[in-house]
């Protein structure tokens, strides 16, 4: 037998797998527009916390009415909300199927609390913004303290509230992100090593 007989092990080079638009490929990207939107109504309760409502209390009851009113209007708040409810719920859907078991965890505990600060938007926000727009135009309350005073704390107080859970709620989104890609990053891992195939050395076919 002579060296030339022995063929040696040779790796097959791997082939990246076709990229896919199934409900895998989309988890980590629906995952990510949910943690966005949360992080979104977050970041809106927190500026009400921090800066607009302590920047209002030191002013007059007709510009606190007047401003108050005017914020109901805004669609950025119905929007954002909505998303997040839209977004979450879907994300926790995929990951069922395409995610770790713990990172969907993650993903159900981020909802729930997002559904708590969706019970307390329904019922103290909600009816706090319908009484105070239904007061009328400020020019014509003939008790604008009293309107502010029913409104003001309750409001603040609540919103402390939600600011809280949101930002709970973005934290148990980005950890089951991560989880989510390090379950991606092992999982193909575990694929590129497992399409690695080697032939091995044939049998001599004579003395």
Excluded at 23 to 48: E, H, P, Q, R
Excluded at 103 to 111: D, I
């Amino acid at each position: 037998m002579t060296d030339h007989d022995v063929r040696y092990p040779v790796a097959e080079p791997v082939r990246p797998a076709p990229h896919s638009f199934d409900g895998d490929s989309w988890t980590g990207w629906v995952l990510g527009a949910a943690l966005v939107s949360m992080a979104l109504v977050a970041g809106l309760n927190f500026t009400f916390s921090v800066a607009v409502m302590p920047n209002l209390a030191g002013a007059d009851d007709h510009t606190f009415v007047a401003t108050m009113q005017r914020f109901n209007t805004n669609p950025a708040f119905p929007l954002t909300f909505t998303a997040a409810l839209v977004l979450i719920p879907l994300a926790a859907v995929l990951q069922r199927r395409h995610s770790p078991a713990l990172a969907t965890r993650w993903t159900v505990v981020g909802l729930g609390l997002y559904a708590v600060v969706l019970a307390v938007t329904s019922a103290l926000h909600l009816p706090l913004n319908a009484e105070i727009d239904e007061a009328g135009d400020p020019d014509r309350i003939a008790d604008l303290a009293h309107v502010r005073d029913q409104f003001e704390g309750p409001w603040v107080a609540g919103n402390h509230v939600r600011t809280l859970l949101c930002t709970a709620a973005v934290a148990a989104l980005a950890r089951a992100l991560l989880l989510h890609g390090r379950g991606k990053a092992g999982a193909a891992a575990r694929a590129s090593t497992g399409g690695q195939h080697q032939q091995w050395p044939t049998p001599p076919s004579g003395p």
